[in-house]
């Protein structure tokens, strides 16, 4: 869907990006992750064709992003910027009225459009309302809403849940889910990271222009840290268990607690299943033996030299 080739951004001899690289799949949900500053809303606005690179390439769709083709390229692109305007003195229907003329339908196709949106992002009862009578999370599921009034294949959304109270995040991210599940590929950054992980198939870490590092989360976690971590519980035979793991060459380390053993296993995850099967083989009675989520505030702790401010 999406790749971008050796990216950089100058301004005099300061590299706002950085020879950045990335393929982001079609239905993908791509993190974006990095400090203040680290070039995170550049690299959005160079993909969003709102700012002209200084090196390297982007292509959509197999096809290069350049000033010819630019009115196609825009048509496949939803952008949503960390601050946007919501002309103040119109009701819902009318903003949403406004950029559906922009973008060129008619009559009877506007009303359709603007119901299907409006019911996609839970606005249906405000339509009559003045735009600066909405909240803070509404106003952002508003212009989410005109993001998707063309039908783009692409949503570049930055900071989508910033300054929103905890319900309204919550919508957000089921509204994230549901345009998943329509098949939109979606480009997030975010200061909440747990809630990145929850979402996101995979994720960028930038800091400094630069991509540190890029996977899913676990694959992240498993290349900063050389190990997953695992918890297993068993029935009675913990000391056993532990006997045994601590023989296994690719166990790093092996920590009792009071219900589960937990274990950093350093060999690839895919070789978990053969772990599991040698515990079994060896007549130790496992009830869980579960990889341990990681939190996604750690991996960029873990990645970044904190300089990116």
Known sequence: MLKI?????????????????????????????????????????????????TSGNIYLDGTEINHKNLKKV????????????????????????????????????????????LELVDLT????????????????????????????KLLILDEPASGMDPRARVQMKEILRELKKMGKTIIISSHILPE???????????????????????EIMHRAKGASVIRIEVLGEKEKCIRFLKEEPLIKSVIEEERYIEIEFSG??????????????????????KP?????????????RGDGE
């Open 125 to 152: 009862n405000k339509k009559n309302a003045y735009v600066d009578s909405l909240s803070r999370g509404m106003k952002q599921r508003l212009c989410l809403a005109r993001c998707l009034i063309h039908n783009p």
């Open 196 to 218: 990145l992980s929850e979402l996101c198939t995979n994720i960028g870490i930038i800091e400094g222009g630069k991509i540190v590092v890029n996977g899913s989360v676990e």
């Open 292 to 304: 341990i989520e990681n939190n996604l505030e750690d991996i960029f702790m873990e990645v970044t």
């Open 5 to 53: 080739e050796n990216l950089t951004k100058k301004y005099g001899k300061f590299k706002a990006v950085d020879n950045i690289s990335l393929e982001i799949n079609e239905g993908e949900i791509f993190g974006f992750v990095g400090p203040n500053g680290a070039g995170k809303t550049t690299t959005f606005k160079m993909i969003s064709t709102l700012l002209k690179a």
């Open 74 to 117: 825009r048509s496949n692109i939803g952008y949503m910027p960390d601050f946007f305007g919501v002309y103040d003195k119109l009701k819902v229907n009318e903003y949403m009225d406004f950029y559906s003329d922009i973008a060129g339908f008619n009559r009877s196709e506007k009303v359709s459009i603007i119901k299907d949106l």
């Open 268 to 289: 690839e995850l895919k070789e978990v299943s053969n772990l599991v099967k040698r515990v079994l083989d060896a007549n130790i009675p496992v009830i869980s033996f």
